[in-house]
């Protein structure tokens, strides 16, 4: 396993991280204590060290077979996320929502599960749309200053939010989010049209969920395996069976497996991109490590994003007219360097 910095951070992370929303088999699926043990001690034998879970993970279940996994191992070998936002619990209107309240009440609660003292990489987890960014900015810059966070983080917000908040931590010398977690796959590219080319200005590392796109991307559906996607999700429209047909295909080339492929993909995408791969089982956490094997070569890569291309609707797409290139750069527009 190679590392990553995470965003303009010096904190180095693996280039896989673990999701861990399966620890746990609270709703009749999910991987109990021995397994999830067994998953967390093959991905550090592989040089993993990037965990991810959050507060509402199988009903804190997840937090705390983490916790008493680390509490018996070197925790500080371990780059530890978590989030907040969501209930976990219904006693009262501030149990949920990126507030400051139910922040630090989130937190002293995950770090009880967790038996640590800190947290590596604290994560928004989902925008509530009440709450004022700069609540949530000088918030988490005061459990940084308390060492009880090390790292700023968001997942599912919208990009002028996550723009607002990083301006104003720059401008007030509070700390700045460092990653964004979203859900990015070859059937899952609508964060390419603001998402993302945000998270590159401001140098955040994306952390995509679903790279397999709940696992369709796998190819198990095409071979007529059951999973826990229904048949009118559009993750298996007519539009995902040809991306997966596609990548499918590529596999076969390589012989590997399609997953290796499709995560090879989410990596290779010209910007600080770390996906998140779950397991329920060891054999699936060993075969996604494979992925750090693999290399795609250009003609790979632009048959899957010519596949599954997205229209990037307004202003994307004017952006790319010829007429708009001509006028907004006087027929240089080819010879301009353009930043990444």
């Not at 204590?33 to 991810?52: H, P, V, W």
């Not at 989902?126 to 005061?142: C, F, K, L, N, Y």
């Not at 049209?193 to 397999?212: D, Y």
């Amino acid at each position: 396993m190679n590392y990553k910095l995470l965003g303009r951070s010096g904190l180095k992370v693996s280039e896989l991280c673990l999701g861990t929303m399966g620890f746990g088999t609270e709703a009749g699926w999910g991987a109990d204590k021995e397994t999830s043990f067994a998953i967390m001690d093959a991905f550090a034998n592989a040089g993993g060290n990037f965990l991810d879970t959050a507060n509402v993970y199988k009903l804190g279940t997840s937090e705390k077979i983490i916790g008493e996994y680390i509490h018996n191992h070197s925790r500080d070998y371990f780059v530890l996320a978590t989030k907040y936002s969501l209930k976990d619990n219904t006693t009262n209107p501030n149990a949920s929502g990126n507030n400051r309240k139910n922040m630090m009440r989130s937190v002293e609660e995950s770090l009880k599960r967790l038996k640590t003292d800190f947290i590596d990489v604290l994560y928004l987890h989902i925008w509530d749309d009440i709450t004022p960014i700069d609540e949530v900015m000088r918030a988490m810059d005061d459990l940084i200053r308390q060492g009880k966070v090390n790292y700023a983080a968001i997942s599912d917000t919208p990009a002028w939010v996550v723009a607002k908040g990083n301006t104003l931590a720059e401008l007030m010398g509070w700390s700045q989010f460092v990653a964004l977690q979203v859900e990015y796959s070859l059937i899952q590219r609508a964060p390419e049209r603001e998402l993302i080319p945000m998270a590159k200005h401001f140098g955040m590392t994306v952390t995509p969920w679903a790279p397999l796109g709940g696992g369709v991307l796998s190819g198990k559906y095409l071979r007529g395996e059951q999973g826990r996607i229904k048949p009118e999700s559009k993750r298996l429209d007519e539009r995902s069976v040809n991306i997966t047909k596609a990548v499918v295909a590529i596999a076969d080339e390589f012989g590997v497996s399609a997953s290796h492929v499709a995560l090879q993909w989410a990596m290779s995408q010209g910007f600080s991109s770390i996906p998140i791969v779950g397991a329920t089982k060891v054999s699936q956490l060993e075969d996604n490590l494979k992925t750090i094997n693999v290399t795609l070569s250009k003609e790979h890569l632009q048959k899957l994003d010519e596949v599954s291309v997205i229209d990037l609707g307004f202003p994307g797409e004017f952006f790319k007219e010829d007429a708009v290139k001509m006028n907004s750069f006087g027929g240089f527009y080819d010879r301009v360097e353009k930043r990444n």
